[in-house]
């Protein structure tokens, strides 16, 4: 059964005279995002963050200030992206995943900070296309994943001691308790702030000086995938 999706177009968006005016529209959209690698803002140090035509300019030129067809990108992603599928692809059902209309379970996995496509004519094809499983990436992944791991483990403690009942501890601790209590939740939230800082600490790093010991296989992979889908080759 189909997820929710990750990403709900806006319908009272008022229209615009060029697509450059929804920049705001679309940041907001995508919770300051790129749509396609999920790669924040805040976490993109370098990288920047451009509009991008779904479908692109030059083959749907009727398409350029269609809101449904703009999403919001990083630079690296629309860069790979391109006006990819060729045509010839596209006949043979390849296309790049579209938040707004494909549900992400149905086309990926993710196990291991690895983005592991369920499918060849969207998930492999994207994967591939956008190198969604590059050194940074992954990075990024596992970063997050601890993130979550270490708050749900705080929430965890912090949620079974303010369950316990204040009658049923002897009258000499109950005020240490409450002190206890209150110390841990502020000092969550003070972790959560480091652990913020921690992340974009890390992030801070151009993705062309970081060494990608995989890149050269995963080009390899791409180069052969997308010939056979007839794709034009960057």
């Not at 009272?12 to 995508?30: K, P, Q, V």
């Not at 809101?67 to 990083?74: A, I, K, T």
């Not at 209309?101 to 591939?128: M, N, R, S």
């Not at 949620?159 to 601790?173: C, F, P, S, T, Y």
Request: with cysteine; net charge positive.
């Amino acid at each position: 059964m189909s997820g929710e999706l990750i990403l709900k177009k806006k319908d009272n968006i008022h229209h615009r005279n060029t697509y450059h005016e929804y920049r705001e529209d679309l940041r907001e959209e995508s919770w300051y995002s790129c749509c396609y690698c999920s790669r924040a803002e805040t976490e993109a140090f370098g990288i920047g963050f451009e509009i991008d035509h779904y479908l692109c300019q030059k083959k749907y030129p009727e398409k350029i200030n269609d809101y449904d067809n703009l999403f919001w990108s990083c630079a690296i992603c629309n860069k790979l992206k391109k006006d990819m599928p060729t045509e010839q692809a596209q006949k043979q059902g390849y296309m790049v995943f579209k938040p707004d209309e494909h549900y992400f379970e149905d086309h990926f996995e993710l196990k291991d900070a690895e983005l592991l496509p369920k499918d060849d004519f969207i998930g492999k094809y994207t994967v591939l296309l956008l190198d969604l499983n590059s050194l940074n990436l992954k990075r990024l992944r596992r970063i997050r994943e601890r993130l979550y791991e270490t708050k749900e483990a705080i929430l965890v403690g912090i949620r079974a001691l303010k369950g316990k009942r204040i009658d049923q501890l002897r009258k000499e601790v109950r005020a240490k308790y409450i002190r206890t209590v209150s110390s841990l939740e502020n000092r969550t939230k003070s972790a959560n702030d480091q652990i913020g800082e921690f992340i974009l600490k890390q992030l801070n790093r151009s993705d062309i000086l970081n060494v990608d010991e995989e890149k050269q296989k995963r080009f390899v992979e791409r180069r052969s995938f997308l010939k056979r889908a007839n794709a034009l080759i960057p």
